[in-house]
């Protein structure tokens, strides 16, 4: 069964169209059911859905959720299609109808922008197999509480203590052994090879904008190794402000290449070769001028 919402969008706006189906149409008590959801918009919007995470909800529908999927597309330009897959048990007896819900959709900044009602007018026929008042999943069985000799048990347990021991052991000495391999590494020679490497990339045609990409991430490899601040995962002000505190030198050069990387990816920007080979050779002469700290004596 198939249905689709009569939307109108605002002006100058690809309006939504929510499609929704089920499959089977009908089922006996107890029995499964899948709850596809289709819902397409502006690319410049997400969607997500509400209202099936209620139980007493679903219950007021003969529906009880146990499982959903979620994934993302965008197939035209200017169009997103978000797909929804969730599965149902189902109870009751008859006709029974499709449980609403809500669409909420969200720009890129993650605001809310508008949250759509949606009652679909496909239904469900559910057929009796047992006693229709069941309203809840049952174990086929009951479980069997196993026999196991006691002394058996203690060996179990006593190997489990020996085993996870060894395990411990064994990742103490690789992280030792992994911490004595980094700090031999030379984290300015690695970054320089992988600019150098990047820079035979961008002359072989590679667009500058994941040029500037690879650029950042470079980047921020060499910081985390070199100074040992968390840059791999942190946004561009958290790296500024921990640079800071260590005082460390070609930091306005270090700062102009990620505030650079960032708008190229976030802001549109679009830099030409030759800016990107620019901004290569920036960042190879800042990587060139860093000295390790001095250790405190």
Known sequence: MAHVSPLLGAEGEVPPRITARVIPDSALVGDRVRYFVTVHHSEKEVAALEGFDRRDSLARYSFELIGRKHTSSFPLSGAGTEEFELEFAVFGRGHQPLPPFIVVFRDLQGRVTKRVPYTSSASLFIRALTDSSMRELRPLKPPLK??????LMMSVVAGV?????????LLFLLKRTVRNSAERVDSGQVAQRKLRKLGSSLSAGMPPHECYEELSNIMRSFLENHYRISALEAVTQEIERDLKKIGVAGFESIMNLLKQADLVKFADCHPDVEESRQSLNKASEVIRSTRLPKAEG
């Open 161 to 169: 203590f020996v085993v996870a021991g060894m395990v411990l052991l």
């Open 146 to 151: 196993p026999s196991i000799p006691s002394f």
